[in-house]
């Protein structure tokens, strides 16, 4: 049937005034469509276009839900499936959004139970019903419908199911449930692959050669993120080379645009992300990669291009972007502490406050994780008393398993710096390495170490010498750099302490060479005072001065940088536990 004459000048002007970004009169022109009382088709398809104007453009959520609401119920009596799907699609956002999280679900389960003969809606609003799930942490809800996806999308859709496959392996890696992660992990790859050659006859390889990249994109996110949350920094290299191959691929000028995609079959019409947010998240992956590994330099030069990356696309108000964004500044901060870079890093910790203050749920989320790097940089400048409250504070806010664990084994050196043996000793079965609630390698490497040094203050020499090879042993295997320098100082110091200079030198010569690597400013310290009375001891003139020359460089570095850091308005911060950041505004 011809549209009324009517309708079609005011969808055209109404559309004149979008492209020029004219919302208010665009939405007039829409709403004037209904004093010619429309039948139901154009009323929907109308109700639809203002609230999801009202829902991009405005803040006017009462007026939105209203046209979405009356879009959704009108356009389950007219042919057009679209308007009552992108209707409930978008008042369930909606709802999501002003935390009625069971209007959200109510109106998606009513929706994915009329779209079972629309394999694109089926297909999406499944992956948004288990996405709803995902945020209110009903884990077993959101596994389930991922698993509808499955055996739907299975029957006419292979590069779908994939996508279900690894959006459950993503689930079950937040959960932390290993066992369940990897055997699905190793079943993705063949099918994968089995997708690739029942379509090898498709005329477009083009557009089937992306979609794969695609898929091996998310697939290699998952492995490297898989052995980086379980501590295996070396086994996780080879992947990360090929991801950030496969990143390079895609973002490439020769590379099929996003666009082409809807040209596929409707139901193969999805991506896990854009290549814009995945060039962030292989940058913000090599970052986490080179700080387990002790790669400061390299983890500094990720961030910036990941932060540029940001700037660039103009992402800063995109909620997925905004959290990539705290990531980057989480692991910037301590790689600058650990560099010896403790004033650029302390103003990282200003960057990363004014971020949380924008989004209050990304505060909710990363509390913890900040009262950690206050903790560390307070811990750096020797507060002890500041850091224990920060680390406390991140304990009691915190609902990770491995976070829980590496504040408790931070404080356990607040404790044995302070002499605070008693208070240790309250934590051993917090972070005892053999019963470590964390699964983490590193972590349990780290534990290790903090017993060492335990054993060694006790002048246990022998207990303290068995523990420091553990975490040697740990730290070679995964190619832990930071925590193997830290290591070998240390058990230099014992040796130098027991009289035994050519064991104490053979250890504190790596030591200093690893720490120079990583960079590791405290490290250096450490190492030359070491060397200087190994040289002493040796009768070597010429030795001791070039080693108290590269001691008080060091210490002059570390003590400038430590006044420095003093001196700028965001130190304040490691007194700060509630309330309002105790910043001035930013500008």
Aim: charged share 20%; hydrophobic share 40%.
């Amino acid at each position: 049937m011809a549209e009324e004459p009517w309708y079609l000048a005011l969808i055209g002007m109404a559309e004149s005034f979008r492209q020029k970004n004219n919302i208010k009169e665009c939405i007039r022109c829409l709403q004037a469509i209904f004093a010619f009382k429309p039948n139901n088709d154009i009323g929907s398809r109308t109700h639809l276009q203002i609230g999801k104007l009202l829902h991009i453009c405005s803040n006017n959520s009462d007026l939105a839900r209203h046209h979405l609401e009356q879009g959704w119920q009108l356009g389950q009596t007219v042919g057009d499936e679209n308007i009552k799907f992108e209707s409930a699609s978008l008042l369930a956002k909606l709802y999501e959004q002003e935390g009625n999280t069971n209007g959200s679900r109510q109106v998606l389960e009513a929706a994915l139970q009329v779209s079972q003969a629309n394999q694109h809606w089926n297909t999406r609003l499944l992956f948004q019903i288990a996405s709803l799930y995902l945020k209110v942490k009903d884990y077993n809800s959101a596994h389930s419908y991922l698993q509808a996806g499955i055996d739907f999308c299975s029957m006419n859709s292979r590069y779908t199911t994939c996508l279900f496959m690894l959006t459950k392996t993503l689930l079950y890696l937040s959960e932390k449930k290993f066992n369940e992660a990897n055997p699905l992990l190793q079943q993705v790859s063949p099918e994968i692959e089995s997708w690739m050659a029942n379509h090898s006859n498709q005329p477009d390889q083009t557009m089937v050669e992306a979609q794969k990249e695609y898929l091996q994109i998310f697939y290699l996110v998952l492995q490297v993120c898989y052995y980086l949350m379980v501590g295996h920094v070396k086994s996780s290299k080879t992947i990360l080379k090929q991801l950030q191959g496969s990143i390079l691929k895609v973002t490439s000028p020769d590379f099929p645009k996003e666009s082409s995609f809807a040209k596929n079959l409707p139901q193969d019409q999805f991506l896990w992300m854009s290549h814009d947010h995945l060039c962030i998240l292989v940058y913000l992956i090599t970052v986490m990669h080179s700080m387990q590994g002790g790669n400061m330099d390299k983890a500094e030069k990720y961030t910036e291009k990941g932060i540029q990356q940001i700037q660039k696309q103009g992402y800063q108000d995109n909620g997925l972007v905004s959290f990539f964004h705290v990531m980057l500044m989480e692991h910037i901060v301590q790689c600058r502490i650990v560099q010896g870079k403790k004033e650029q890093g302390v103003r990282d910790l200003g960057v990363l406050c004014s971020l949380l203050e924008k989004n209050p749920l990304l505060l909710q989320n990363h509390r913890s994780q900040l009262h950690t790097l206050i903790g560390l940089y307070a811990m750096s400048q020797s507060c002890l008393v500041e850091a224990e409250t920060q680390f406390n504070a991140a304990l009691r806010t915190s609902r990770e398993t491995e976070l829980w664990t590496f504040a408790n084994l931070n404080l356990a050196i607040v404790y044995l710096r302070s002499n605070r043996i008693p208070e240790f000793q309250g934590l051993v079965p917090r972070i005892s390495p053999e019963n470590l609630p964390s699964a983490s390698h590193c972590l349990k490497a780290a534990a290790y170490f903090i017993h060492g040094m335990n054993a060694y203050f006790c002048n246990n020499i022998s207990e303290a010498k068995r523990y420091l090879r553990e975490t040697l042993k740990m730290s070679t295997a995964e190619d832990l750099n930071r925590l193997l320098a830290t290591s070998l100082a240390l058990l230099g110091h014992v040796f130098l302490t027991q009289g035994v200079p050519r064991e104490s030198m053979n250890m504190v010569t790596p030591a200093m060479q690893l720490a120079s690597k990583v960079p590791d400013l405290t490290v250096q310290v450490w190492s030359a005072a070491i060397l200087k009375d190994l040289y002493q001891m040796q009768n070597d003139p010429a030795k001791t001065k070039e080693g108290a020359e590269l001691l008080h460089k060091y210490q002059q570095i570390l003590y400038q940088d430590d006044n420095n850091a003093r001196q700028c308005p965001e130190h304040q911060l490691i007194y700060w536990t509630e309330g309002n950041f105790p910043l001035p505004p930013r500008v």
